[in-house]
């Protein structure tokens, strides 16, 4: 059975930096995109950065030059390192696998980490 596992999350004051790791257990971790998402209470699900096997990025217009994404497969992790935070970025944080292959698309979720950026 597939496993997404975050960890990292935590309380910050406005300003401070987090690192979110997510380690998972795919044999073919390489293979998959990885992204990070965010949902706040009340609000739906919004993408915040994303990583494709070749290590090219992406991120939400809100979080660049704020937030990294970076991948080690041989650990089998994807991290989100979060600096300048601001409390709208208070959010359950999750992370996403996905490949396609072909006709058929493999998603994968974690359980969330809460970030919450609070004085």
């Known amino acids: 059975q597939v496993q997404l596992e975050e960890s990292g999350g935590g309380l910050v004051q406005p300003g401070g930096s987090l690192r979110l790791s997510c380690a998972a257990s795919?044999?073919?971790?390489?293979?998959?995109?990885m992204s990070w998402y965010r949902q706040a209470p009340g609000k739906e699900r919004e993408l915040v950065a994303t990583?494709?096997?070749?290590?090219?990025?992406n991120y939400a217009e809100s979080m660049k030059g704020r937030f990294t994404i970076s991948r080690d497969n041989a650990k089998n992790t994807v991290y989100l390192q979060m600096n300048s935070l601001k409390p709208e970025d208070t959010a359950v944080y999750y992370c996403?696998?996905?490949?396609?292959?072909?006709?058929?698309?493999?998603?994968?979720w974690g359980q969330g980490t809460q970030v919450t950026v609070s004085s």
């Open positions: 996403n696998a996905r490949r396609v292959t072909g006709r058929d698309t493999y998603t994968y």
């Open positions: 795919l044999s073919t971790f390489s293979s998959y995109v």
């Open positions: 990583i494709t096997s070749a290590g090219n990025t």
